[in-house]
């Protein structure tokens, strides 16, 4: 992408891994939100060129000397995190929070492309029995693994999530699966019908039901203890803080396009707590994984369309023409195994 709303395809060498890395030949790729704010030139922290691409799966073509734990042939995908590994936060172990982070796609090369090559201590096998498609979700199902961790105990939790797609989605499916009881909202009906076949009963939409009504129909008296923002709008934001228990929770998923104004006044008379989630961590991507193995979340709902490499740009504009309408868009680099 060599500026907003500009993609080139261009020929290039294929890269060889070297000893501690492998070499994957991607197969699919998925468009992330994170993707589109890039394309509308709206994402705060990435600049132009870049090669985008960061939720995908291949195959294992080459292996560097040092690698014994991957084979080649093997299905797998790769978190996309590039750190420093000296810094405080990583020293602490938040490496995804590295003060020098780079996250391919956004500030280092990312995976739209024919070979790709990562380091071994970020590869993830997947199981054999995987679609290329339950590959490439992996990535935003390790998104909803950490932001639902970061909330603590859900068993037995009355919770919202605003904003039905992908993201919102598997925050909704993985909290359901932790135990909580899940309302979800959405101002696409096409989404909220995906959320219905995922298994998500209680859904609303916020043009027609305020939050706070739509839960005062599902949860009565007990209220709500956590609201997840996965929409990202100033009514949004609103919504939650105005909406959930006193002493409850509101985590922040979603990437905002613009400065949301808080109600510090509320946050603080009500005693809010308003967290911050990260993308994730290794153990993240295993959890994403085992939860398909188990069948505790479905993806299959989500698959709208398929295009080409070549058709990335096309990709993007049937995602700006039919956004309300679509969920996952996928980038095919080779229909078969």
């Not at 261009?10 to 994957?24: C, D, G, H, K, L």
């Not at 023409?321 to 996928?330: D, G, H, L």
Request: proline fraction near 4%; charge should be negative; hydrophobic fraction near 40%.
């Amino acid at each position: 992408m060599t500026a907003p709303g500009v993609v080139k395809i261009v020929e290039a060498e294929v890269p060889e891994p070297n000893s501690n890395q492998v070499q994957i030949n991607v197969k699919r790729i998925g468009i992330c939100g994170s993707d589109v704010h890039v394309w509308h030139g709206a994402h705060p922290f990435t600049s132009y060129p870049v090669i985008q691409g960061h939720e995908y799966c291949g195959i294992v073509s080459k292996i560097g000397a040092d690698v014994t734990d991957i084979c080649v042939g093997q299905l797998v995908t790769a978190l996309p995190q590039e750190v420093c590994g000296e810094c405080v936060p990583c020293r602490r172990g938040n490496w995804h929070l590295c003060d020098n982070l780079k996250v391919r796609g956004f500030q280092a090369p990312g995976c739209a492309q024919d070979y790709f090559v990562t380091e071994i201590d970020k590869v993830i096998v997947l199981p054999e029995s995987f679609t290329l498609e339950q590959g490439a979700f992996i990535e935003p199902l390790a998104v909803a693994s950490h932001s639902t961790s970061r909330a603590g105990l859900l068993r037995g939790a009355n919770i919202a999530v605003i904003g039905a797609g992908t993201i919102g989605n598997f925050v909704g499916q993985m909290a359901q699966a932790k135990g909580a009881k899940v309302l979800i909202g959405d101002v696409s009906e096409t989404r909220l019908g995906v959320a219905r076949a995922c298994g998500l009963e209680h859904v609303f939409n916020p043009e027609v039901d305020h939050l706070s009504k739509a839960a005062d129909s599902v949860f009565g008296s007990e209220g709500l203890d956590i609201v997840f923002d996965c929409a990202g709008a100033q009514l949004s934001l609103d919504a939650a803080i105005s909406s959930v228990n006193k002493g409850g929770t509101v985590l922040i998923v979603a990437v905002f396009d613009q400065k949301p104004q808080v109600d510090m006044a509320v946050v603080c008379e009500s005693e809010l707590n308003i967290i911050g989630t990260m993308m994730y961590h290794h153990n993240d991507y295993q959890q994403a994984v085992e939860s398909l193995v188990a069948g505790d979340v479905k993806t299959t709902p989500l698959e709208s369309e398929h295009f080409t490499l070549e058709e990335f740009q096309s990709a993007y504009e049937f995602i700006d023409q039919r956004a309300s309408e679509s969920m996952k868009v996928f980038i095919d680099l080779d229909s078969q195994l």
